[in-house]
Nanobody, 124 residues
């Protein structure tokens, strides 16, 4: 079991940037794939990005590709989601997730552990 705690959310104007952090504790962090999902009011949870065990491979939703960067530091048991050129439609609660899978699944049921989430609000 891995415990996850997100931080770094907040309010920003469109075009701005935010940096979300995810701190992990528990079982060996490096043995899990790591991902980010978001949940906006009235919408289903949406895959944002994922990064492989070593951090060398990453995968992004089309909606954030080129604007968001997902990375991890296994030595520090942390992960980062750098979000640039934010848009109002990026407003959501963002969740850090880990999964004991070998593929970058984009649906929530494949991800075993979720953090409590952090709110990101982008105003126009």
């Amino acid at each position: 079991q891995v415990q996850l705690v997100e931080s770094g959310g907040g309010s920003v104007q469109a075009g701005g940037s935010l940096r979300l952090s995810c701190a992990a504790s528990g079982r060996i962090f490096s043995s899990y794939l790591l991902g980010w999902f978001r949940h906006a009011p009235g919408k289903q949870r949406e895959f944002v990005a994922a990064v492989g065990w070593s951090g060398a491979l990453a995968y992004y939703a089309d909606s954030v590709k080129g604007r968001f960067t997902c990375s991890r530091d296994n030595a520090k048991n942390t992960a980062i989601l750098q979000m640039n050129s934010l848009k109002p439609e990026d407003t959501a609660i963002y969740y850090c997730v880990v999964g004991q899978t070998s593929m970058f699944y984009t649906t929530p049921e494949y991800w075993n552990n979720w953090g409590q989430g952090t709110q990101v609000t982008v105003s126009s």
